[in-house]
């Protein structure tokens, strides 16, 4: 066996005992989400949308939004693997590549998850950041697709942050964890370019989403 296959067989191992004890730890987690409405109507109707969080955020949200089916857009690198491996313990689906690697190939998949009626979710300041700065993809994919863009932020009451570049969030065990939804959005803009210039609007979005997490 060579080096290389050596260490991605540990890796998978790890991973895999990582999934177990995260997923015990997500089991004491206690949620509470506000302005939930009009998600819920959408998934009621059976309509598609692009769902935005940030990087920092996904792993609580993720385990929110278990067993829905949600496609997930992952990076293609090493730690876009890891990510996707939990999302598929949770029942997520996953989309791969990112605005800055496999932007194009991304893009497109996202739309035809969308256009087959799959909600998709994205983290706009992902892969690489910087944190909480909102790259266009997501509301390009939206836009070329004709669906509403949500936003969800959270709130924990106790958490560790991992020493990286969007201070990853790991809820602490029984910590409570707001999630607070923006209303569905629609993406305004003739073309992809038009549509991109949103993102200062949405940024807002984002902010007032953190704020209902905040805020009863």
């Known amino acids: 066996m060579k080096p290389q296959e050596k260490m991605n067989w540990r890796l998978r191992l790890l ?15 206690r949620f509470d989400s506000r302005n ?30 278990r067993d829905q089916g949600i496609s997930v857009l992952v990076s293609e690198h090493r730690d876009g693997e890891i990510i996707a491996r939990v999302l598929h313990a949770w029942g997520c689906r996953t989309v791969r590549g990112s605005t800055t690697r496999g932007g194009g190939r991304a893009l497109l998949a996202m739309i035809a998850e969308l256009g087959r009626g799959h909600v998709v979710a994205v983290t706009p300041d992902g892969p690489q950041g910087p944190a ?38 790991i809820p602490k065990p029984f910590s409570r964890i707001t999630v607070a939804y923006g209303d569905p959005v629609l993406v305004n803009g003739a073309s992809p370019r038009e549509a991109a210039t949103g993102v200062a609007q949405f940024e807002s979005v984002m902010r007032d989403a953190q704020e209902r997490s905040l805020h009863a």
Do not use: C, M
């Open 132 to 169: 909480h700065v909102f790259q266009p993809g997501a509301l390009v994919a939206a836009n070329r697709a004709g669906v509403p863009v949500v936003a969800i932020a959270i709130t924990v009451g106790r958490a560790w942050h991992l020493n990286s570049w969007d201070q990853f969030i």
């Open 36 to 65: 939930h409405e009009g998600w819920h109507r959408l998934k009621a109707q059976g309509k598609p949308f692009v769902l935005v969080l940030w990087h920092g955020t996904l792993l609580p949200l993720s385990y929110w939004h």
């Open 15 to 29: 991973v895999s005992i990582g999934i177990f004890i995260v997923g015990i730890l997500a089991r004491t987690w």
